[in-house]
């Protein structure tokens, strides 16, 4: 069975949309029109009643979660080299996608999805207003927690964590923060976007594509 992604531009299925691209395995992708708000459908409900991307239908089931898709696939697909051995470098792998899901995505969200926490136009617009705060403030801690000598999360390992760490930095000039502020992460993304696979993707994610 090939694998099948649902994405939709510029979100964070990029992160997964990269990990097949570089895996090699075939797979499929469905894109989600935001604008039309199909995410939101029932159609859209029986595949991820979450109504978010991405969701990554495998031969087992469904699995939606950024980190939970790059995990299974680099688990699976051990040939691409993406899964350490060593548990430590797992977790690793793991420290750095939480804290993209949990504290960045969600400084992120408040710019544009004020909506999912508040309901007064005042209250959306103060949160959308501290966006640039949070997410420099994130951005400097991902910064701190960059090895010295780079480029990788893992240092001179490649991993799915700088597949979700390229696509939530992609945000930060929408959100009002300078990458070359931060020399590691803006390195770090210079080093994605010198890998053939990611640059097929992200061909894909531009409007008009
Ligand atoms: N925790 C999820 C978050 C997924 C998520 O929030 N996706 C956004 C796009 S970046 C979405 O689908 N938003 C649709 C909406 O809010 O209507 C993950 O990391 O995969």
């Given at each position: 069975m090939t694998l099948t992604l649902h994405l939709a531009k510029g979100t964070v299925a990029l992160a997964s949309h990269i990990a097949l691209e570089e895996i090699g395995a075939p797979f499929d992708l469905v894109w989600v029109d935001f604008r039309a708000g199909e995410q939101r459908s029932d159609e859209y409900a029986r595949i991820n009643p979450k109504g978010r991307v991405p969701v990554l239908t495998t031969p087992h089931g469904r699995l939606t979660e950024t980190p939970a898709i790059l995990n299974w696939l680099a688990a699976t697909h051990p040939a691409a080299g993406l899964?350490?051995?060593d548990a430590f470098q797992r977790a690793r792998i793991d420290e750095m996608s939480a804290f993209l899901a949990s504290t960045m995505h969600v400084n992120h969200a408040h710019?544009?999805?004020?909506a999912r926490w508040a309901d007064r136009p005042e209250s959306l617009a103060d949160m959308a207003a501290k966006v640039p705060e949070t997410m420099a403030a994130a951005a400097a801690l991902v910064e701190k927690a960059l090895p010295d000598g780079g480029p990788w999360v893992l240092g001179d390992r490649y991993s799915t964590a700088d597949m979700h760490l390229f696509t939530v930095s992609s945000w930060l000039e929408g959100d009002s923060?300078?990458?070359?502020?931060f020399p590691r992460l803006s390195a770090h993304a210079d080093a994605m976007r010198a890998r053939p696979a990611v640059q097929r993707t992200w061909a894909l994610h531009q409007p008009g594509a």
């Open positions: 899964w350490p051995d710019r544009m999805r004020g923060v300078e990458i070359t502020d």
